[in-house]
């Protein structure tokens, strides 16, 4: 009888109220250490601020729709681009990466769980700190304009006008003390993908017979171990800068300014790689299963990915012609930097070949894929001429380059993110999203990015510098800011149903089963959503597509992979 | 296809997790202190006013007690994977002993610093570079100890057994690290800087 006095939670026979039982849901997202709850959350987190990151980019494509607007004020402007920048690099594009590598590595490994468990929800909280502490200075932070400032310093806060005397207050600490702390938390998760690819795998998925996207996903762990850690250095000398009155930065104790370019590029050119190699990841593996046939060149990917890690590490002070390096420098960055041109060409290559002669299937997934392999080459390609130093201090800090790396982190990496959604989403929830509104989805959001970057080229070939307030109207840039800002409305209206996809398909969409796609990889050998052990019985794997082998044993690939 | 023996199989081996992690870790870690490094060296002289490197003395005792604590974590390692846990205990009291005697000898150093030669991280660029990065592996120092001394404490409690070798050697790994790291901060500091 004590029992029906006292009703344990969550027995069979109790039933709680539905404020208890929403209260039970949201602590098991709280306090859990499943790597696909995390991931999701880490999904989650930054779809949320990929949100509150395009209404900035909308904001500021209001304030340049026509010359000598006044939509925000100038300081409002600066704190727009910076947030802008940093929310969609540091809230988005890391943890949304991450979110992947959780959810997925460990079920395309045939392992049950990350190899630190605690760390993964300790990396996820650490960054979610960091993004809400960075979000809380728009009414916390105290800045040159009082209270309620945002950082307002550019996303790279370059050194004079981060030091104390030009940017009084403390909401350049914001800046830097949240990147600090989202660092730990991205340190940890990096050190836990590297040490679950490593030692997590299930019996015969050797190094070779993983899927790319474990390979990766190990590359781009191991460059942030190395790439991360030198923001958080410089911004440690930052803030004795600014706060103990040291001379880091400090031109006139002997310091440089330039050091601080060298630390922030360090950390910034690898950084783009951090970012990209995950949208090939994923390409890696939704090619191949939408063309159904094998990826082309295994070996030559992984070798490429690889390439692309090492070479990335040496090619930071392209960011830097400007500045006024010397010419030898100069030479080296210029090479350097054109090198990065052939492990990605090899790339597009073997994904151009995994489609040759394949039986494409132009679902959702594969739409996006196909326009990110031709957004990525033209990315690419103006990223060649950038590297080119006189060409580049023609068009160093303009709108040209500024369509440049909107080419990679769109119309690459956001195009890739899209696609990851359709094609792992009926894994995650059980249901597949719609495909109507999907290819709605795909043509607007394609329209308005070409409108928006595309044009963005020009108006930079024009001359129009970045990060400026707003112009004068007799520059000739006026109309194609016009239409730059209409093709930011159309993608707006894109994500929008994009999100009412997400809801809707979640009430109302088809069920998914085990495998919508007829994939070759380990999750889709577990029920979708899968069950918190993923795997009954631990699998065996004999070669790099093991669900082939399964469906096709008659002709199973280990008997020709060597 | 049951004729086909999987080789593989059978001895499906795979690195210690824990080891892995610690490596990755030491592998971020080291970029940290190679950005700090390379703007020590890169500021060496650059200092317009104030005291020069040249006020530093070499800190011998100190550097002897650090690398030989390397030595005594490796004779602790040692015995845990052997079991015999009192004679563990012994050699991880004596590797917390030498690094505490190593954190000691660096507040006296900065005493003097601050007290007689009137350097502080404010004076100079030489007083922000020097206390940086000599305060940071001695951050490093200080969070070692940390977690040797809750070994130390489990230790006391008869909490731990052979069953953890495997554990204090990944956290030994990051000892050494720390170790290796005063070797590359005292070169650049006090031999090359000087």
Known sequence: ?562 | MSTIPIFVDENWRLPSRGRVGMFSLIIGESAIFTIFVVAYVYYIGRSTYGPTPQILSIPIFNTICLLSSSLTIWMAEHAIARGRIRIFGAWWALTMTLGIVFLAGTAKEWARLIGHEGLTIQTNLFGTTFYSLVGLHATHVVVGLIMLSLVMLFTLLGRVGQRHAERIQVLSLYWHFVDAVWVVVFTVVYLLGR
């Open chain 1, 1 to 562: 009888m004590a029992d029906q006095a006292f009703p344990i939670p969550g027995s069979l026979d109790a039933t709680p109220s539905h404020g208890a039982a929403l209260l039970e849901w949201l602590h098991s997202w709280v306090v859990t250490v499943d790597h696909k709850k995390l991931g999701i959350l880490y999904i989650v987190y930054a779809l949320f601020f990929l949100l509150v990151g395009g209404a900035e980019a909308l904001a500021i494509r209001i304030q340049l729709v026509i010359p000598n607007n006044h939509f925000v004020s100038p300081e409002l402007y600066n704190e727009l681009f910076t947030m802008h920048g940093t929310t969609m690099v540091f809230l988005v594009g890391m943890p949304i990466l991450f979110g992947f590598a959780n959810y997925l590595v460990p079920l395309m490994i045939g392992a049950r769980d990350m190899a630190f468990p605690r760390l993964n929800a300790f990396g996820f909280w650490m960054t979610a700190f960091g993004g809400l502490f960075l979000y809380f200075s728009f009414i916390g932070g105290f800045g040159l304009y009082g209270m309620g400032s945002a950082p307002d310093v550019g996303w790279f806060a370059y050194v004079p006008l981060t030091a104390q005397a030009f940017s009084p207050g403390h909401n350049t600490d914001y800046w830097a003390l949240a990147l600090i702390v989202s660092g730990f938390g991205t340190l940890g998760t990096a050190i836990n993908i590297v040490a679950t690819i490593i030692s997590m795998r299930c019996r015969g998925m050797t190094l070779l017979r993983m899927p790319l996207f474990a390979w990766l996903m190990l590359v781009v762990s191991g460059l942030t171990l190395i790439t991360i850690t030198p923001l958080t250095a410089a911004q440690i000398m930052l803030l004795i800068d600014r706060y103990l009155g040291g001379h880091f930065f400090d031109t006139q104790a002997g310091g440089s300014a330039v050091v601080w370019i060298h630390f922030f590029w360090i950390f910034g050119h690898p950084e783009v790689y951090v970012l990209v190699l995950p949208a090939f990841a994923i390409a890696n593996e939704i090619i191949p299963t939408f063309s159904r046939k094998a990826i082309f060149g295994y070996p030559a990917m992984v070798a490429a990915s690889v390439g692309i890690a090492f070479v990335s590490v040496s090619v930071w002070a392209h960011h830097m012609f400007t500045v006024g390096m010397t010419s030898v420098s100069n030479a080296f960055f210029v090479l350097s930097t054109m090198m990065v041109g052939i492990p990605t060409g090899i790339k597009i290559f073997n994904w151009i070949a995994t489609m040759w002669g394949g039986k494409i299937r132009f679902a959702t997934p594969m739409l996006f894929c196909t326009a990110f392999v031709f957004q990525f080459l033209i990315a690419g390609l103006t990223g060649i001429m950038l590297s080119v130093a006189p060409l580049d201090w023609q068009l160093h800090n303009s709108y040209f380059v500024i369509a440049h790396f909107h080419y990679v982190l769109v119309g690459a990496i956001v195009f890739c993110i899209f696609a990851a959604i359709y094609y792992w989403y009926p894994k995650a929830t059980g249901r597949v999203l719609s495909e109507k509104l999907g290819k709605w989805h795909f043509w607007l959001f394609f329209i308005g990015f070409h409108l928006t970057f595309d044009t963005m080229h020009f108006v930079g070939s024009l001359g129009m510098p970045r990060s400026i307030y707003t112009y004068e109207a007799d520059r000739g840039w006026s109309v194609l800011n016009f239409w730059i800002s209409m093709g930011g409305l159309i993608q707006a209206i894109a994500v929008l149903s994009f999100t009412w996809n997400l809801i809707d398909s979640y009430l109302h969409g088809k069920e998914a089963g085990n495998d919508p796609w007829d994939a070759w990889t380990l999750e889709w050998s577990t029920p979708s959503p899968p069950p918190a052990y993923n795997f009954a019985e631990d699998p065996v794997v004999r070669s790099r597509r093991p669900l082939w082998d399964l469906k096709h044993p008659q002709d199973p690939d280990w008997k020709y992979e060597r």
